[in-house]
């Protein structure tokens, strides 16, 4: 099946630094890619949605400001979590799909912690 | 908004035994996943389903649109199947208000088998 690499899988940073957070599909072109969020014993969220070549739209209570996407070609999003603080330590995830109907498939997701 | 319920949140089960897990949810829908989340975080899409019954190994997923319900079953389960599954849907273009149309996601269901 297609495959989605996400990078990296885990990143510890120091509060009030940046972190990148790649998602790529290998062998597919991604229309659209989405980025979610889990806490600790809670579903999934989504945070955003992006479509490639237009700004992204972002969930109710999701700071644009603070968690930037980029999704700048067919096979590249990026979460840029910026100034990051202790709360924001959580595991992000993205998926893609091709479009619309077909079926979205998942990066390994990323641990990030802040310290 | 767009509900999705799952049941039973937790099972035990002893190896070998049928397993089912149920999902409804409330609006109209795209399609329907099952994915498995290992402990590690990592997620596996199962099954992408928008109408009938897909079969894949030990795995089956149903879907009833009318009802929306959908079930997963596994058959002669083994210890290895211990993880979270997780049903999420993509709502249909019409209900999901013109806004992101991510997945929305169950809290899903933690399946341990012992030996």
């Known amino acids: 099946g297609a495959v989605v690499s996400q990078h990296p899988s885990r990143v510890i940073c120091k509060s009030g630094t940046s972190v990148k957070i790649e998602c790529r599909s290998l062998?597919?072109?991604?229309?659209?890619m989405f980025w979610y969020r889990q806490f600790p014993k809670q579903s999934l969220m989504l945070m955003a949605t992006?479509?490639?070549?237009?700004?992204?739209?972002?969930e109710q209570g999701v700071e644009k400001d603070k968690f930037l996407i980029n999704h700048a070609s067919l096979t590249l999003s990026t979460l840029t979590v910026t100034s990051a603080h202790p709360e924001d330590s959580s595991f992000y995830i993205c998926?893609?799909?091709?479009?619309?109907?077909?079926?979205?498939?998942f990066g390994q997701g990323t641990r990030l912690t802040v310290v | 908004k767009n509900e999705v319920e799952q049941s039973p949140q937790n099972l035990t089960a002893q190896e070998g035994e049928f397993i089912t897990i149920n999902c409804s949810y409330s609006?109209?829908?795209?399609?329907l996943h099952w994915l498995q989340q290992h402990p590690g975080g990592g997620i596996v899409s199962l099954f992408m389903?928008?109408?009938g019954k897909k079969k894949h190994g030990r795995l089956i997923a149903t879907i009833n649109i009318q009802e929306k319900h959908s079930s997963l079953h596994i058959t002669a389960s083994h210890p290895r199947d211990s993880a979270v599954y997780i049903c999420?849907?993509?709502?249909?273009?019409?209900?999901?208000?013109?806004?992101?149309?991510?997945?929305?996601f169950g809290k899903g269901t933690h399946l341990i088998i012992q030996p």
């Open positions: 998926s893609a799909r091709e479009d619309h109907y077909t079926e979205a498939f």
């Open positions: 062998d597919f072109q991604a229309t659209t």
């Open positions: 992006s479509n490639e070549g237009s700004k992204a739209t972002y």
């Open positions: 609006v109209g829908i795209s399609a």
């Open positions: 389903l928008s109408s």
């Open positions: 999420a849907v993509f709502p249909s273009k019409y209900d999901s208000g013109g806004g992101a149309d991510g997945l929305t």
